[in-house]
């Protein structure tokens, strides 16, 4: 008893801080735990070998918290209590979450089953691991020899101690050195848990052999929860029946007391039925132990493989069905003995197959409202009830159809009723013709694979009013809508056959487009990347749906189609290729550009300020608007989103449209949510806000050349500063600092990364930003100023000029100051030579 003693003091007082404390810095000391501490990764807490292991290399320092731990088993379940509440041990020990209390609590817990099962022993027929019923097993195993030798041992221990316990003491520390040392090498041998194992479930350490596949079989009845014998493993009381053979060199080699069975080793994990269940939940269900997850896992996912790939075979056979069955179908409208015959062909395969998917009560409740539709020619009146639905169809081609009820089989034959009612009724609307030409091709695709036209009692769940198959009514298969309106294709220059192309085509005067990917949305507009049928080249082309727009609009609209033509030479404004204007619809083919200023500064949003690249692009930009500007045009809508890189080049688009609707407040309000008002002027705000409550033909607004300036100020400052000048504030907010003169603008020296702005920058955005129209600079100004065009001086500029100064200075003695400044302007003037 000297090194496993439990003194009757030490029983009597519970462990305090200071034992719990050394226990697991003890524990931390032995040379297995520290071989064990990658297992650090894998969840679940520590198993008993650790414990052990810390018992018999450092029993000394151990023995205080084995006081402890034996005055908890003392008190009886409530050490039981202890161990099986993590939480509660969690409060303590794992709050620090620290190694030291994992330590803890894995000691604790690890001790806690020993005693727990020590204390059920004296007092139940509970195994050392406390087998209960109603307990989960112990994911720790165990050879039973030894449970059986050690529980024994141990519990005498405690209860004969004055016998001679030390000689049992001995063995059991000689039978638990065995058993780690055996585990120790299994563990390690055990590494190639895979880390999505962890996402089954809480892993749980385990110290049984590793086993593979080639080297387990499971007995056939497998599947029955309590078939599962463990040969050489788990305990003769193991209710659970678990089954696994081991590999007999293996075995041989790492425990040669293991029983090892021979039998049954053909069976295989791939004939697993795992139902629901992922592994883990398969291993807890069947009580089997953890070392079994990695095998149990691999015969998961290998079944998981296999069934991924059925599945998408399965796919593919679909989509080569459905493709046939539209084929099919879609020669079949013009040929009423081909249709007739493949009707009967399918109904064929209806019987044959089961229907997979169930149809949605909304599909149920749409196609009743097609059947009752009087665009159809039909009335009907549907009738639920909760065994069988009625419908009956007062028309003379539709005596009676019976729908069965969805409750009943699940499943409702929508292709079959679509497929009795002729979509081509002259009085069937176009959009409805559309609606069911749709929901019946992806019934036709479904249908082509699916069937199913008898319900689970075999009857058919559709008929005509007769037991013979009903008489099909044609249907005819509308051709897809390519393109909003006809087209006459001009003759293609280009040789391509745009009439085979899947995608979407648009005609704008006889040219076809087709649509190759979505450019951008404007209030007003979408705008496509398109491909010519005439020459094979790429356009941006806008389409603006005049539906929301008065005809004033519509005439601004073309009032400024009309602009775009006139500028149409300039090399600074997007080239406008045709546009056609049709049923209310108007269509631009433009010049495409490979990407807006917008884009470009979001791309570059949070990265240092590059000063030449604000210089570069206010340049750019500048140069946009002065060609504008010389042609008398206002934009009136300057924004980054609105200057479009063409092969490098900046090209400004969309001026004149948006602006050419006389209603600015409805563009303004809603431009809000994607911030236009950001850059707009304040007279133009101001203007608008004060023509609220005048009569409409006293509405007047002030946008003006001027405010193409404060615009291009507004774009400056956000390349500089990241937002323009008044982002910071929001909706309304935003418009009423934009008009209130008191809110003034601020123009920090650095950017908010830190960054220093060039005081000719700032010069630059204040003589934009002006609030005066009259006092802001002109696109000249701007383009000449000392941040566009900065003035670069050599040395021997400066050199002359001191000694230019110096040697007029003692010439004249005396110099006033106006003399010093028309030097200045002179000197200024003359550095005009020094442009960049
Ligand atoms: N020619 C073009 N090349 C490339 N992209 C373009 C072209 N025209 C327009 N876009 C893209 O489409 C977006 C919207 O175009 P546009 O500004 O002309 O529409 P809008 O309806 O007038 O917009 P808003 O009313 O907001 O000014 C542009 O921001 C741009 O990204």
């Known amino acids: 008893m000297a090194s496993f003693s439990v003194r009757s003091d030490t029983l009597s007082r519970p462990m305090n801080r200071g034992e719990l404390d050394t226990l697991p810095r003890t524990l931390a000391t032995n040379n297995r735990l520290k071989e064990d501490s990658d297992d650090e990764n894998m969840l679940g807490p520590p198993q008993l070998s650790n414990f052990g292991s810390a018992l018999l290399s450092d029993k000394e320092n151990i023995e205080p918290g084995l006081q402890g731990l034996h005055n908890k088993m003392r008190l009886g379940k409530s050490f039981g209590v202890l161990a099986d509440s993590p939480k509660l041990i969690g409060k303590e020990g794992m709050s620090n979450n620290n190694k030291r209390s994992k330590d803890l609590y894995g000691t604790l817990s690890n001790a806690a089953n020993l005693h727990t099962t020590t204390y059920s022993e004296e007092h139940s027929d509970s195994t050392m691991f406390g087998n209960s019923k109603d307990q989960q097993q112990s994911m720790t195993t165990f050879n039973p020899e030894l449970q059986a030798d050690l529980g024994k041992s141990y519990s005498s221990t405690l209860d004969n101690r004055d016998s001679n316990s030390a000689s049992k003491l001995k063995n059991l520390q000689q039978a638990l050195k065995d058993e780690l040392s055996t585990r120790g090498s299994r563990r390690r041998n055990r590494r190639f848990i895979s880390s999505r194992l962890s996402l089954l479930g809480p892993a749980k350490r385990a110290s049984s052999a590793t086993a593979t596949p080639d080297k387990i079989g499971i007995s056939e009845d497998f599947n029955d929860s309590h078939s599962f014998r463990t040969s050489g493993v788990a305990s003769a009381e193991n209710n659970s029946g678990y089954n696994v053979f081991y590999d007999p060199q293996q075995e041989a080699s790492s425990s040669p007391d293991k029983i090892v069975d021979y039998k049954d080793t053909n069976a295989s994990y791939e004939n697993i039925e795992f139902g629901e269940l992922n592994p883990y939940q398969f291993l807890k269900k069947h009580n089997l132990p953890t070392t079994e997850l990695p095998n149990i896992s691999r015969a998961y996912f290998e079944q998981q493989k296999g069934q991924n790939r059925r599945t998408a075979l399965r796919k593919h056979t679909l989509t080569k069905d459905a493709i046939h069955g539209r084929l099919t179908t879609a020669s079949l409208s013009n040929s009423p ?49 909760n065994n069988h639905t009625k419908q009956h169809l007062h028309d003379d081609k539709y005596e009676a159809v019976k729908i069965p009820n969805r409750s009943s089989t699940g499943y409702f034959p929508k292709r079959e009723a679509l497929s009795n009612i002729n979509i081509n009724n002259s009085n069937a609307s176009q959009p409805l013709q559309k609606k069911l030409k749709y929901s019946l091709d992806g019934i036709e695709d479904r249908h082509e694979n699916r069937g199913g036209l008898e319900n689970q009692q075999g009857d058919p769940i559709l008929h005509h009013n007769s037991s013979a198959l009903p008489a099909r009514k044609h249907v005819e298969i509308l051709e897809p809508v390519r393109s909003a309106k006809h087209c006459s294709p001009k003759p293609s220059t280009a040789g391509s056959d745009f009439s085979n192309r899947k995608r979407p085509l648009v005609c704008v005067n006889g040219t076809e487009y087709e649509k190759l990917e979505l450019l951008g949305r404007g209030g007003t507009s979408k705008v496509y990347k398109v491909k010519s049928s005439a020459n094979n080249k790429v356009y941006a082309l806008k389409r603006v749906s005049f539906d929301e727009f008065d005809d004033s609009s519509v005439d601004g609209f073309k009032g400024e189609i009309e602009l775009l033509k006139k500028l149409e030479t300039k090399p600074r404004v997007v080239r406008l290729i045709d546009h056609e204007m049709d049923s209310g619809i108007l269509y631009l083919v433009m010049e495409c550009g490979d990407h807006d200023l917008s884009q470009t500064l979001a791309q570059r949003s949070g990265m240092d300020l590059d000063v030449e690249f604000v210089r570069y692009h206010a340049q750019e930009m500048l140069k946009c608007v002065q060609v504008v500007h010389e042609a008398g045009i206002v934009h009136s809508d300057l924004k980054p989103a609105n200057f479009v890189f063409v092969k490098g080049i900046l090209k400004i688009i969309d001026f004149g449209i948006a602006n050419a609707v006389p209603d600015h407040t ?34 007047k607004w002030k946008v003006g050349k001027p405010s193409d300036i404060w615009s291009c100020g507004c774009i400056i400052y956000q390349m500089i500063y990241g937002r323009p000048p008044y982002g910071g504030f929001q909706g309304q907010n935003r418009l009423l600092a934009i008009m209130n003169p008191e809110v003034k603008i601020v123009y920090p020296e650095k950017t908010p990364s830190g960054d220093i702005v060039p005081k000719t920058a700032i010069d630059t955005m204040k003589a934009c930003l002006e609030r005066e129209p009259d006092k802001r600079w002109t696109v000249y100004e701007a383009l000449s100023g000392p941040f566009v065009k900065p003035i670069a001086v050599t040395h021997f500029f400066i050199r002359d000029l001191i000694k230019n100064s110096v040697k007029y200075g003692f010439n004249q003695r005396e110099l006033s100051s106006d003399k010093i400044e028309e030097l200045a302007d002179d000197v200024w003037h003359r550095l005009a030579d020094f442009r960049l």
């Open 666 to 699: 409805v563009n303004i309000y809603r431009e809000t949510q994607i911030g236009t008002p950001n850059y707009m002027a304040p007279e133009a705000l101001v203007a608008m806000n004060f023509t609220q409550d005048q009569p409409a033909d006293q509405n």
């Open 337 to 385: 003995f081909l249709r007739q015959n493949e009707i009967l062909r399918r109904e064929d395969s209806f019987t044959k197959r089961e229907p997979r998917r169930k149809i949605s009560e909304g599909s149920v409740n749409c196609i009743s409202k097609a059947f009752s539709s009087p665009v159809l020619g039909v009335a009907s009146t549907i009738e639920n009830s």
